[in-house]
């Protein structure tokens, strides 16, 4: 069997499964779509064999989605921060996060559930650099994912 290449990771698609708040969802770069197990640090002795211990997991945890975009005229992610913020009620959202080839078909998703923004931020305003551009950032915690 020849071995696949691999998939490039700057063509993709965020879309927000969210009926409250219509907002453009073209995004810059996406992270944090991952989880880790922790250990138990003790472990589980061998029964008979009290030198061995038998390692066990702990319970896992998803680290947080970071998506990062260009700062436009477009204010329904901020809406939906803002409100969570101000309010402190949640309006938690499913997110699916597509990677696409190039005929902009999928070839991996990720179904992120529950989402609900944790932190909204801008990358700043400076004179010293004329030729950026101002970036928005949206931090969000997530219940778990899948892979489809």
Not at 33 to 45: V, Y
Not at 117 to 144: A, C, F, K, R
């Amino acid at each position: 069997m020849p071995q696949a290449f691999p998939y490039t990771g700057y063509h993709f698609g965020v879309f927000f499964l969210f009926p409250q708040f219509n907002f453009n969802a073209t995004f810059q770069s996406v992270s944090g779509h991952d989880f880790s197990s922790g250990s138990a640090e003790s472990g589980m002795k061998e029964g008979g064999n009290n030198g061995v211990r038998l390692p066990l997991t702990s319970s896992g945890s998803y680290s947080g989605l970071k998506l990062e975009r260009g700062f436009t005229a477009d204010l329904g992610l901020y809406d939906w921060c803002e409100q969570t913020h101000t309010t402190m009620k949640t309006s938690p959202c499913n997110i699916l996060v597509s990677l696409l080839d190039k005929q902009e078909y999928p070839v991996k998703n990720w179904l992120i559930f529950n989402a609900i923004p944790t932190s909204w931020s801008t990358s700043g305003l400076s004179v010293s650099n004329s030729t950026s551009i101002m970036v928005e950032s949206i931090s969000l915690s997530y219940q778990n994912f899948i892979l489809i």
